[in-house]
């Protein structure tokens, strides 16, 4: 039997994408965080870092992308309901990333649970060394109405 998301462990979706200087300065505007290990050169020279990091969560974010390919493919394929991110867990950051490197994201799906309506995935994002920076677990759900918690 075909799950209901029309998605099977072990599938997978990747996002490349090479994070810039403007990229961490755009993000300080948009998440407010000016802390100067983003900001400041000589602060940051100063610091176990040597220099500038991303922030955590402008890393994390490419697993946003992941996360929608998948979500796409599943609708693509007859999923019936509403895909929505239902959370991140067990994040880790494992290596800092600086201006310059370029992360691959990686969604693998590892289960999926038909009587949830959810999948439960992988998540991994490297740098072009191949040097793990970032691991966890997503889950995925479909969702057949609004949630009472999303209403006003």
């Not at 000589?42 to 990091?53: D, K, P, Q």
């Not at 290596?95 to 995935?121: C, H, K, N, Q, S």
């Not at 992988?122 to 970032?134: F, H, K, R």
Request: glycine share 8%; with cysteine.
């Amino acid at each position: 039997m075909t799950p209901p998301c029309f998605l099977e462990p072990g599938e997978a979706t990747e996002y490349t994408r090479t994070i810039t200087a403007e990229d961490i300065r755009n993000f300080c505007a948009i998440s407010g965080d000016y802390d100067p290990i983003h900001t400041d050169e000589e602060f940051a020279r100063g610091t176990a870092f040597g220099r500038i990091i991303a922030h955590g969560a402008l890393v994390m974010g490419l697993l946003s992308t992941t996360a929608s390919l998948m979500s796409r493919r599943s609708v693509g394929r007859g999923a019936v309901g509403t895909p929505v991110s239902a959370g991140y867990d067990r994040i880790r950051f494992t290596r800092p990333v600086f201006a310059g490197e370029t992360l691959t994201a990686r969604y693998v799906i590892e289960a999926v649970e038909p009587e949830r309506r959810r999948t439960r995935a992988a998540l991994s994002i490297v740098n072009q060394d191949g040097e793990t920076c970032l691991v966890g677990a997503h889950i995925l759900a479909w969702s057949l109405k609004m949630p009472n918690s999303f209403r006003t």
